[in-house]
């Protein structure tokens, strides 16, 4: 297949790129480098299933593809609150475009969004009923209420236009390509908090029809399964249509 994806330079994107082209689909990584680095895609550079565009995905391009994976977004507080204006747009611009790209070429879509569209929770493990306790004014807001709209827009695009698409909540995650983690936290801390998080996320329930959820907090190549899996769970639902 031909797949996008967007924030392929980063760092989970990076690694969803190596997975896809190892499972030998075609993969367009789009990226304006703006949190992510070259460095992460050097290694995919010569497969020559691979390309990257350096573009920021909140401006039209063309391109096609038969699923489009939706990652661009600064991730960590450092990235966010040093980018605001850029994290609210990549969300919400942005999704609109890559929505309005899938709706045109009937390809599928998966939004990640994130585990922070429940602000800061009153209820511990979160339920995909929990609504969340989120500040729309706080620094904060620039990433958790953008990512927020980012799924509501993806759900208007489900119901409204039959899309074929996916949402994902991410949780905390780290490993290699991860400049912002291995450099501001305390590796054992890191790892304590992963493990807390992991067998929190063990004791959650499974996710509600039409919007999947990732409750794999700090394990890279988890989370990367999990984007794959529901990747994999939409194109089985479109191969069957
Ligand atoms: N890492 C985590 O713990 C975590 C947790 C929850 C959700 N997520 C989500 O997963 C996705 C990837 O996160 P990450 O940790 O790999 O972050 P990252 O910052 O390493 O990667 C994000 C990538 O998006 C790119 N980007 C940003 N704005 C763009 C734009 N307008 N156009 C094109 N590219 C743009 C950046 O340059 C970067 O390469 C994000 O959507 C993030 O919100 C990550």
């Not at 800061?120 to 979160?126: E, I, N, T, Y």
């Not at 984007?227 to 939409?234: L, W």
Request: charged letters at 15%; aromatic letters at 10%.
């Amino acid at each position: 297949m031909k797949i996008v994806v967007t924030g392929g330079a980063g760092f989970i994107g990076s690694h969803l790129c190596a997975r896809l082209l190892e499972d030998g689909h075609s993969v367009l990584c789009v990226d304006n480098l703006l949190t992510g680095s070259e460095q992460n895609i050097d290694s995919m550079r010569a497969n020559p299933h691979f390309t990257f565009l350096q573009h920021d995905v909140t401006q039209p391009f063309n391109f096609a593809a038969e699923a489009i994976f939706h990652l661009a977004s600064p991730a960590s507080p450092v990235g966010y609150m040093e980018h605001p204006i850029e994290t609210i747009l990549v969300n919400s611009q942005g999704t609109y475009q890559m929505l309005e790209q899938a709706r045109k070429q009937k390809a599928l879509l998966l939004f990640s969004s994130t585990s922070e569209a429940y602000g800061d929770p009153l209820v511990h493990p979160q339920r995909e009923d929990y609504w969340g306790n989120v500040n729309p004014i706080g620094p904060r807001a620039c990433y958790d209420e953008s990512k927020r709209l980012g799924e509501t827009l993806t759900m208007e695009y489900y119901r409204q236009f039959q899309l074929n698409a996916r949402i994902v909540r991410i949780f905390n995650t780290y490993g290699p390509n991860c400049w912002h983690y291995l450099s501001l936290i305390p590796p054992v801390r890191c790892l304590t908090w992963g493990i807390r998080k992991s067998i929190q996320c063990l004791s959650s329930p499974r996710p509600l029809s039409g919007c999947a959820r990732l409750h794999q907090r700090s394990f890279l190549n988890p989370a990367v399964s999990m984007i794959q899996n529901v990747g994999d769970q939409i194109l089985v639902k479109r191969s069957r249509c």
